[in-house]
């Protein structure tokens, strides 16, 4: 069974700093997707950026990019010049390929930004 | 916009009464996910539906129960509520055409069970 790890239970960065979330997870299958979901405090989750296994570039989505790496199975989120309003909870997950749509989430990274 | 809305915010129950979440999507969407949102575990998915009356169990389905009558409503039901499933409860809705396999969350309903 996919199995998807978030060693960071928190993480802090300074208002226009860079930070990078961790993940990893383990999957015997070859194609598969990735996501990084993000949850504000007391407001809905919403997508923030998704890597399919078999594209070798790395996602990027303005401020926010990943490091995906295979062969490790790391899937890392990195978010440039934070803001305040990146302070959530951050959510890995991974989808299998097999059409169910089912996700497989990490247990989350609560994001403190500091002015 | 999608949009995906639970009947209650905070729900507030006894040990032993039987529980609703309702959870409405407006995007026509064909799957359905409930999940349960726990501190240091994540979300782990209870049931999710592909269709109007179907489903399928997820990981931790046991003390549930599902109902999807209408395509566009998922309904949670706990037969008897225990304390330990107090929690947070998320409902969820994705396109089978989707090219991009988004899910769409709504804004949770936080359940207390006494």
């Known amino acids: 069974a996919q199995t998807v790890t978030q060693s960071q239970p928190e993480m802090s960065v300074q208002e226009a700093e860079t930070v990078t979330l961790s993940c990893t997870y383990d999957?015997?299958?070859?194609?598969?997707?990735l996501f990084w979901y993000k949850q504000p405090p007391s407001r809905q989750m919403i997508l923030v950026i998704r890597?399919?296994?078999?594209?070798?570039q790395n996602a990027t989505e303005n401020r926010f990019s990943v490091n995906f790496q295979k062969a490790a199975k790391s899937f890392s989120l990195k978010i440039s010049d934070s803001q305040l309003g990146d302070a959530a909870m951050y959510f890995c997950?991974?989808?299998?390929?097999?059409?169910?749509?089912?996700?497989?989430f990490g247990t989350g990274t609560r994001l403190q930004v500091f002015p | 916009d999608v949009k995906v809305t639970q009947s209650s915010r905070y729900l507030v129950k006894r040990t032993g009464e039987k529980v609703f979440l309702e959870c409405v999507q407006d995007?026509?969407?064909?799957?359905m996910f409930w999940y349960r949102q726990d501190p240091g575990l994540g979300l782990r998915l209870i049931y999710f539906?592909?269709?109007?009356?179907?489903?399928e169990k997820g990981d931790i389905p046991e003390g549930y129960s599902v109902s999807r009558e209408k395509k566009e409503r998922f309904s949670l039901i706990l037969e008897s509520a225990s304390t330990n499933q107090t929690s947070m409860y998320l409902c969820?809705?994705?396109?089978?055409?989707?090219?991009?396999?988004?899910?769409?969350f709504g804004p949770g309903t936080r359940l207390l069970v006494l």
């Open positions: 969820a809705s994705s396109l089978n055409t989707d090219p991009q396999w988004t899910q769409y």
């Open positions: 999957t015997s299958e070859s194609d598969y997707y």
């Open positions: 890597q399919e296994a078999y594209k070798q």
């Open positions: 997950a991974y989808r299998s390929p097999a059409g169910d749509d089912k996700l497989i």
């Open positions: 995007m026509d969407h064909e799957n």
């Open positions: 539906s592909y269709d109007v009356k179907m489903k």
